[in-house]
């Protein structure tokens, strides 16, 4: 397991943005399981964003 530090809130949504989209990248077809609650919802936004930006695509993930 590695740990990361982050500043803050922000900098830990992008930095758990940015390594799920590298993942969803070395591996299009990744099983991806995501938690629910408030906490990752920064992350998620982080992704979205890369999405609407055409950098990741969802459609292979499952």
Excluded: H
Aim: net charge positive; aromatic share 6%.
């Amino acid at each position: 397991m590695k740990i990361y530090a982050a500043k803050d809130y922000d900098d830990m949504s992008r930095k758990a943005g940015n390594l799920i989209a590298a993942q969803i990248t070395m591996k299009p077809d990744a099983v991806l399981g995501l938690a629910t609650g408030s906490t990752p919802v920064g992350a998620y936004g982080q992704l979205i964003k890369k999405c609407e930006a055409g950098d990741i695509d969802f459609s292979r993930i499952r």
